[in-house]
């Protein structure tokens, strides 16, 4: 390109600015435009495939993106106010250094006609179209056509006040538009790295004080690009990004973070306590299938059970036949964890469901005569129900067609079987239990530690 033409595309564009600024004459700005119709209106056009916008409509917005540090490139975002925003858009366009004229804050009209819709990855795009491989999407708006759809308003950029958001508040209306978030971090493993790979998109993981994750992207031709990231916790503004369900944020530069309070104390989410025992094990004589097993907290604090185990050693195995993960699980203080082997069946019997269900053949489906073991995140055995190698068939941990129920003065768990801890019911009476056999719902109690 020719000097000449070059001096021509960019006196198109800037519209022959006056200044540094990029403050064009007063005769390029609008007041108002007609046709101004709203987000919504707009999507609602896209059915699925890539079209061509025919309305002569317009959508009006506020820049809230920045290109000045480098973080994006060739796209603006805008929402349709400067507070409490529900709902952002972005067009993408063949322009460099977009920030010296759509500062942040500014004011924008679109004039859609002639411009093309299109979706990638959950989010609505404007712009031209890109040709590739056999396909054909929404591209970026070239050079020359920028100013014909992306007019200036006369008023000054106004302040943005991005909408206050926790990461599991984060919602597909907000992206697009400007958030912050309070009491976040860079995670501990990456605190020793630098925003971004030369030349290449990273993405850091963000944490708030939870654990909860939201990825922070970075271009690797940011400005601060090789700077250290922030070692404490604090507020981070930026432009929430989408690509279905997963979320990004793209600061503007290094202003938008503010890590000077001290990082999260570590949240622990493992631990052990003597507090969690058995209370009933289940096999009606009735009913097979409304067999169970029950928990109780005896502490007066809720506990997170991740970690936790419960083991089943069938008949007189010596190795584990089966195991329950208790993780996200937690038990409530003076409270019981009721666990099943069919949750439909359960409900359908006692009336409620259970807590958590686990399928055939686990720990909970025992038919009375196999051993049990409880053990915490570290391996160690908390609580246990029977032997283990011994079959419990005629001995006094079998409950088969019956149940075993710890009895009420029982606090804390045991690592070793101590009879005189249950009451025993089956349909033996061997070795001191109850021949007794059970039916399901009268004789048992899940939920309710008796």
């Known amino acids: 390109m020719s000097r000449v033409s070059l001096l021509f595309v960019s006196c198109v564009f800037l519209s022959c600015i006056k200044d540094g600024e990029f403050n064009g004459p007063a005769s390029n700005c609008k007041e108002d435009l007609e046709t101004v119709v709203s987000y ?3 999507k609602a056009l896209y059915s699925g495939e890539l079209l061509q916008i025919q309305e002569d409509w317009s959508i009006e917005g506020y820049v809230v993106s920045s290109d000045k540090a480098g973080n994006f490139f060739k796209v603006l975002h805008f929402q349709e106010n400067p507070t ?5 858009f972005q067009i993408e366009i063949d322009v460099r250094d977009t920030y010296l004229r759509y500062p942040v ?4 009209f679109i004039k859609l006609k002639g411009l093309y819709l299109g979706k990638s990855k959950g989010v609505f795009q404007l712009g031209g179209t890109f040709s590739g491989f056999g396909t054909v999407t929404v591209g970026r708006l070239p050079a020359l056509k920028v100013p014909e759809h992306i007019l200036l308003s006369c008023n000054d950029p106004v302040t943005i006040e991005p909408a206050e958001i926790a990461i599991p508040a984060i919602d597909s209306t907000l992206a697009g538009t400007l958030v912050r978030f309070q009491d976040l971090e860079i995670s501990e493993a990456e ?3 630098i925003f971004a790979r030369a030349g290449e998109t990273t993405e850091r993981v963000l944490l708030d004080c939870l654990d909860n994750e939201l990825w922070l992207r970075n271009s690797g031709f940011a400005d601060f690009q090789n700077e250290p990231l922030p070692q404490g916790n604090g507020s981070i503004t930026g432009v929430l990004l989408r690509e279905n369900s997963n979320y990004f944020l793209a600061i503007r530069d290094l202003e938008d973070i503010d890590f000077s309070n ?3 104390e570590d949240v622990i989410t493992e631990f052990t306590s003597e507090r969690v025992f058995f209370t009933e094990l289940a096999d009606p004589d009735n009913n097979a299938d409304a067999r169970f097993i029950e928990l109780y907290n005896s502490s007066e604090v809720a506990l997170d059970l991740n970690g936790w185990t419960i083991r089943r050693y069938t008949n007189a195995n010596t190795e584990v036949s089966s195991q329950i993960d208790l993780s996200g699980s937690q038990i409530g203080p003076e409270s019981t964890l009721v666990i099943s082997p069919d949750p439909e069946v359960f409900a359908a019997i006692y009336g409620f469901p259970p807590d958590l269900g686990v399928g055939g053949n686990s720990p909970a489906d025992s038919n009375g005569d196999d051993n049990l073991e409880l053990v915490d995140p570290f391996g160690t055995v908390i609580d246990v129900f029977g032997v283990v190698g011994e079959d419990g068939s005629g001995t006094n941990h ?3 067609d019956g149940k075993a129920i710890r009895n009420s003065s029982v606090t804390r768990a045991n690592a070793s079987y101590t009879f005189s801890e249950w009451t025993v019911y089956n349909d033996s009476g ?3 239990t109850q021949n007794l056999p059970q039916n399901a719902p009268e004789d048992f109690s899940p939920g309710n530690r008796n």
């Open 40 to 42: 919504a209106q707009v």
């Open 84 to 88: 409490s925003p529900s709902e952002g």
């Open 105 to 108: 804050g500014k004011k924008i």
């Open 191 to 193: 605190l020793d790295s």
């Open 262 to 264: 001290s990082r999260c």
């Open 398 to 400: 079998e409950f088969e």
């Open 430 to 432: 061997d070795a001191g």
